[in-house]
C-alpha cells in the first residue's frame, strides 16, 4: 500500500513538472529558473538580485534576494544570456561583410541610459540580417560576451548585437589618425570625450566599412544607400549619421583632415564641420538644397528630413505632447538631440510626450524595462 502511495506520488509530481515545464516554454522564462553567478548556484521560479536594474542589468557586487526584498520581482525577470561564450567575437570577424551597424561609446561609463540602449535596439530591429556593434570604452578584454550581454538584459536576446572594448591605440594604427593620437595629450584637451568619438567613428567606418549611428538616433526603417552622408541644413553636413564601403576615399580624405587641421578647441570642428569642409571639397559642383536628396559621384547627399525632420533649435519637441503625431514617413532614422539637453531630460512611461511613443513603437523591450523603473522608483517628469 505504502509503495502504491509513493508511486501514485511520484506520478503526480512528474505531471505537475510537465505542466511547469510547458508553462514556462510559453513564457519564455526557462533560463531563469536556474542562475548561477560567481560560483553559486540560486534556485527560484523568479529570481532577481538586489544589484539588477530592469535596464541596466545586474551590478558588480550584488547578492541574492527574495520576492519579499525586491519589489519588481512581481512584474520581471533577470535574463541571463541564453549561451554561453567563452570570449567576446573579433571585431574582424563579426564585420567582415562590410555591411555593420556601429556604434560608440568613449567615456567610461557602463551604465547607460534609456536613449542608448533604445537607439542599439531600435537598429537590431530595423537591421535583423545585418550585426549591430557596439564599442565602449569600459569594457575590457577580460569581459565575456555572456557578462556584458548580461549587463545589458533588454539587448541581451537580440543574436545580431555585439559588444567590443573600444581601443583607440588598437583602432588608429594603420590610419592617418595613429601619428595624431601618439602626440595627443587627452587631459588638457576640453572636449576629448567628443573629439577622440569624431576620430574613432571615420577610422571604424574606414577600416570596417558599414553604417555609423550616434546614441542618441533612433532607427525606424532601413537606409537604402551604402555610401552616404546626411545634411543636417542646406550649408551644414553632420557626422551623427554615415556610411561607406571599407576605404572609402571620402573617410580616407576625413582622417586626412582631421589631422591636418586640427583644433580641438572650438566643438563641432573634428566632427559636422569637417564632413562639411570635406564634402565642399568633394562636391564643389553639387548643386544642392535643403529638400531634395543630392548625388556626389557615388555619394548621397540625405535631406535633413531624412534624419532630422526636428531640427536641433526645435529639440524639446521630441519631449512634448502632440495633438497628433507626426508620421515621419520620410524619414530613415530620427536624431534626439542628446547633447542640446545635455543628458537632463529622459522619456517617463505615462507622459505621453513624442519620445515616448516613438520608444514604444521602436524599442519594446527598454521600454517596457522604463515601465517597470518607473513603478519601482516613482520618476516624475523633469521641467525644461
Avoid at 538584459?153 to 572594448?165: G, I, Q
Avoid at 581601443?167 to 589618425?177: D, N, R, V, Y
Avoid at 515616448?356 to 520618476?379: F, G
Wanted: charged fraction near 20%; glycine fraction near 6%.
Amino acid at each position: 500500500m505504502l509503495k502504491s502511495l509513493k508511486i501514485v506520488a511520484f506520478l503526480l509530481l512528474v505531471i505537475t513538472l510537465g505542466f511547469f515545464y510547458g508553462f514556462a516554454c510559453r513564457q519564455n522564462i526557462i533560463p531563469y529558473i536556474f542562475y548561477i553567478s560567481e560560483g553559486k548556484l540560486f534556485n527560484g521560479f523568479i529570481l532577481m538580485n538586489k544589484g539588477f536594474n530592469p535596464i541596466q542589468g545586474w551590478s558588480n557586487s550584488t547578492e541574492a534576494s527574495s520576492v519579499k526584498d525586491n519589489p519588481l520581482l512581481e512584474t520581471t525577470i533577470a535574463p541571463p544570456s541564453t549561451t554561453v561564450t567563452p570570449a567576446l567575437r573579433s571585431v574582424s570577424e563579426v564585420l567582415k561583410e562590410g555591411n555593420g551597424i556601429i556604434f560608440l561609446e568613449t567615456s567610461d561609463r557602463l551604465q547607460l541610459p534609456p536613449l542608448v540602449l533604445c537607439a542599439v535596439e531600435s537598429a537590431a530591429r530595423v537591421y535583423k540580417d545585418r550585426p549591430v556593434a557596439f564599442f565602449l570604452k569600459g569594457l575590457n578584454d577580460t569581459n565575456t560576451e555572456e557578462l556584458v550581454k548580461r549587463h545589458f538584459p533588454t539587448l541581451s536576446s537580440f543574436r545580431n548585437v555585439y559588444f567590443f572594448p573600444l581601443k583607440l591605440k588598437e583602432l588608429f594604427i594603420g590610419t592617418s589618425l595613429h601619428s595624431w593620437y601618439k602626440k595627443i595629450n587627452p587631459e588638457v584637451e576640453k572636449y576629448w570625450v567628443h573629439v577622440s568619438a569624431d576620430g574613432c567613428r571615420i577610422a571604424l567606418i574606414w577600416k570596417y566599412g558599414g553604417l555609423y549611428l550616434d546614441t542618441d538616433i533612433i532607427s525606424m526603417r532601413t537606409i537604402p544607400k551604402q555610401n552616404f552622408i546626411a545634411a543636417q541644413s542646406s550649408q551644414y553636413s553632420s557626422n551623427g549619421v554615415f556610411g561607406f564601403f571599407p576605404h572609402h576615399n571620402f573617410t580616407q580624405e576625413c582622417m586626412e583632415d582631421f589631422v591636418r587641421n586640427y583644433n580641438s578647441g572650438i566643438w563641432g570642428h573634428q566632427g559636422p564641420y569637417l564632413f562639411t569642409r570635406v564634402l565642399k571639397k568633394f562636391c564643389s559642383e553639387t548643386k544642392y538644397n535643403d529638400t531634395e536628396d543630392a548625388m556626389c559621384g557615388n555619394i548621397t547627399i540625405f535631406k535633413p528630413e531624412r534624419f532630422y525632420p526636428i531640427s536641433y533649435p526645435s529639440w524639446r519637441r521630441y519631449y512634448q505632447v502632440w495633438d497628433i503625431l507626426p508620421t515621419f514617413h520620410n524619414s530613415f532614422a530620427l536624431h534626439l538631440w542628446n547633447y542640446m539637453s545635455r543628458g537632463n531630460v529622459t522619456v517617463v512611461p505615462g507622459s505621453n510626450v513624442l519620445a515616448e511613443h516613438l520608444y514604444k513603437d521602436y524599442c519594446p523591450s527598454t521600454y517596457k524595462a522604463m515601465l517597470i523603473s518607473t513603478k519601482s522608483h516613482h520618476l516624475t517628469l523633469p521641467t525644461l
